[in-house]
């Protein structure tokens, strides 16, 4: 699948920091029984390649992929692990070069118009808007839009259960990243009921033109 088509198949990719190995599995049949399947685990942990190659085999309903992605090391080793797409909070020339080599797709990162022209230039049509709160939520979506009608969005950082709403009704929003659908004290607990209620209000959300035919 392309970046793309992944972006469209959830209106919320959750943002998921994995302490525990063991919690990555039942974590993610959570999220996906509750209607999302494109799941971000972070390499923020020495948990997260463990959590992903558990996931890859386990949950293979999954759009699987790998955050926190900052260079070609990261995204081979994603690719190892099972990660289906990569995404990085930016994004420089070796990091795009070697996503553009095809081991697996990436979402890189963007905050600035500048940023956005060298992922253009690279040829990719799909950024994540990092972090989103800071970069000018709504307002910079929009003032975007105008230069770059070529590109759509996952903005990511800042982002909530009320917020997200605003976002996804921009047309040129694809879905947003959140960390809400996965809070950390639910998963320590293994609440893995509340995660799904919480999944199953995510995937309700509607979104704009971005993923209409």
Do not use: Y
Request: aromatic letters at 4%; glycine letters at 10%; hydrophobic letters at 55%.
């Amino acid at each position: 699948m392309d970046i793309r088509s992944i972006l469209g198949a959830s209106p919320v990719m959750p943002v998921i920091v994995v302490e525990d190995a063991a919690h990555a599995v039942p974590l993610a049949r959570a999220l996906v029984a509750g209607g999302i399947r494109v799941l971000e685990v972070t390499l923020r942990t020495p948990a997260a390649l463990a959590a992903l190659r558990a996931i890859a085999r386990e949950v293979p309903e999954a759009l699987l992929g790998a955050g926190t992605v900052l260079s070609a090391d990261d995204l081979a080793r994603a690719a190892d692990a099972g990660a289906r797409f990569a995404v990085s909070p930016g994004s420089s020339p070796a990091l795009l070069a070697a996503a553009r080599a095809g081991l697996i797709p990436l979402l890189p990162g963007v905050m600035t118009p500048s940023d956005v022209m060298r992922v253009v230039d690279a040829g990719f049509d799909a950024a994540k808007l990092f972090p989103a709160a800071q970069a000018g939520g709504v307002g910079m979506l929009k003032a975007l839009a105008g230069p770059f009608p070529q590109l759509v969005f996952c903005p990511t950082g800042g982002i909530d259960a009320a917020s997200a709403p605003s976002f996804l009704a921009l047309p040129n929003v694809a879905c947003v990243g959140g960390s809400w659908l996965a809070p950390a004290e639910r998963v320590r607990a293994g609440d893995w009921a509340a995660i799904t209620a919480l999944a199953r209000g995510a995937a309700a959300l509607t979104r704009g033109a971005a993923t209409r035919p």
